[in-house]
């Protein structure tokens, strides 16, 4: 029988020590923080997945800026919106309501400041709304102005117009809040400032407290209550 050819077999050769991995090379030393001396609170870090808008200064100037950020955050998500306002353009306030409410943004609103006029419709807007006893919002009905040339046909169709809105807004801010229709009147004519304390006192509002207790637990996720069966 005819023998098969024999394989020759590869020489051995040595194999060279393991390198490091140049990125095993330049990994710089660990080093340890120093801890925080006495009396230093270490700060917490951000929630996951938790955005923060300001609603700063007047709307109208901003709202451009503003309303670009409203549409830009992921639909349904949850974060903050921090307010200090005077209001602005009604139309700007009812946009910004409407695009928190169509694109099911959980807001939680904080009046840091004022929150006043047309401000007012995105904080009624918001999932949940934490005030301090500090803070200031001014209710008053629907304001219009016009050009000085204007004419008198275009005058009677703006205050056609602005007799409607009137009424209109109202019955929004009524559903948002919620709140009585007629109890909001109080409020809306012929205008009234309303403190923190008092949104709180007739349950529109949570109250946020400057010098007490856990700040970051205050403006937190509000607890979830149990469903019974």
């Known amino acids: 029988m005819p023998r098969r050819p024999l394989r020759s077999r590869q020489p051995l050769v040595p194999r060279s ?9 330049d990994r710089p030393p660990h080093r340890l923080n120093p801890a925080p001396g006495p009396g230093v609170t270490p700060e917490r870090p951000p929630r996951k997945g938790g955005w ?6 007047d709307l109208t100037d901003r709202q ?8 830009e955050l992921p639909r349904g998500s949850a974060g903050t919106l921090w307010f200090d306002s ?8 009812l946009a910004m309501a409407s695009v928190l409410r169509l694109r099911g943004l959980r807001a939680t609103a904080v009046v840091a400041g004022e929150c006043s006029s047309a401000a007012i419709l995105p904080f009624a807007a918001c ?11 001014l209710f008053h009905p629907v304001r219009w102005h016009s050009e000085e040339d204007v004419k008198r046909e275009e005058a009677v169709e703006w205050a056609r117009h602005f007799d409607y809105m009137e009424r209109d807004i109202d019955n929004l801010l009524a559903k948002l809040l919620p709140m009585d229709r007629e109890a909001l009147e109080k409020w809306t ?6 403190t923190g ?11 946020v407290d400057l010098f007490s207790g856990d700040l970051w ?11 019974r069966r």
């Open 17 to 25: 020590p393991r390198r490091a991995k140049p990125e095993e090379d």
């Open 52 to 57: 923060e808008l300001a609603l700063s200064g």
């Open 64 to 71: 451009g800026e503003l309303m670009d950020q409203l549409v």
């Open 86 to 93: 005077p209001g602005g353009s009604v139309y700007t306030g």
């Open 127 to 137: 999932e949940r709304r934490l005030v301090t006893r500090h803070a200031t919002l």
């Open 189 to 194: 004519r012929p205008g009234k400032f309303v």
């Open 197 to 207: 304390g008092e949104l709180v006192e007739v349950g529109l509002a949570e109250a």
């Open 217 to 227: 637990a205050q403006a937190g996720p509000a607890p979830r209550t149990r469903r």
